[in-house]
């Protein structure tokens, strides 16, 4: 079965670092999403990717984050100078569709990175 | 801006009690998906429900969506620990989840 895979699992980085989160979507998908998880907590969207642009992002998303698809397979999630309050899990989703004609959008979440801020 | 709720926010039952657990809106739903989030993974869409009073199942679990479409209900019959983590419900039509109801179910 198709899934998305995330790299690395595990991250732990200095405060002020910056930090490159990586994710290979499913391969006929057109939307990707990056979703935030500090332990114990919800689930938080923070960005939606499409057709090369950021479509959607929420109050989380500010000039610290960035994402990117470097070529045809990856999808990246950018943290600049990263802060204490950053760490996290951070997961990586995909869907074939935005669910506006199919009714609903069903999202293919990857593992997720893990990300310790020190 | 829909705001969604879900309750309860912890459960922990024994293994084989019945359980329900709720999601509300704020503003009518065009589609609601239930997903699970098991310890360490990422969450999995269990199902989207559509049509107002529709339910839907899947093997032990009962997804109910309002007549009105702003709120769902998501029983589980004979709860097994396999079936702990944390249960989200979401806007089919975009990206927010709801804060969760996280059970745990004790051998």
């Known amino acids: 079965e198709p899934e998305v895979t995330q790299t690395p699992s595990h991250q732990v980085t200095q405060m002020g670092q910056e930090v490159i989160l990586r994710c290979v979507p499913i391969?006929?998908?057109?939307?990707f999403y990056w979703y935030r998880q500090i332990l114990g907590q919800k689930v938080e969207f923070l960005v939606s990717?499409?057709?090369?642009?950021?479509?959607?992002k929420s109050e989380i998303f500010d000039d610290q984050f960035s994402v990117e698809r470097p070529d045809g397979s990856n999808f990246t999630l950018k943290i600049r100078s990263t802060k204490l309050e950053d760490s996290a899990m951070y997961f990586c989703?995909?869907?074939?569709?935005?669910?506006?004609?199919?009714?609903?959008?069903?999202?293919?979440f990857g593992a997720g990175s893990r990300l310790t801020v020190l | 801006t829909q705001l969604l709720e879900q309750s309860p926010q912890f459960l922990s039952i024994q293994e084989g009690e019945n359980l329900t657990v709720y999601c509300n809106s704020s503003?009518?739903?065009?589609?609601l998906q239930w997903y699970r989030q098991e310890p360490g993974e990422g969450p999995v869409l269990l199902v989207t429900?559509?049509?107002?009073?529709e339910v839907k199942k899947l093997k032990r679990l009962t997804f109910q969506f309002g007549d009105a479409r702003k709120d769902s209900s998501l029983h589980i019959t004979a709860a097994q620990p396999g079936d702990t983590g944390l249960y989200l419900c979401?806007?089919?039509?975009?990206?927010?989840f709801g804060p969760g109801t996280r059970l745990s179910v004790l051998p």
């Open positions: 990717f499409y057709n090369n642009e950021i479509s959607e």
């Open positions: 391969s006929n998908h057109l939307y």
């Open positions: 979401k806007n089919g039509q975009n990206f927010v």
């Open positions: 503003s009518v739903f065009s589609s």
């Open positions: 989703a995909s869907s074939e569709s935005r669910g506006a004609l199919s009714g609903a959008n069903v999202l293919t």
């Open positions: 429900v559509v049509t107002g009073g």
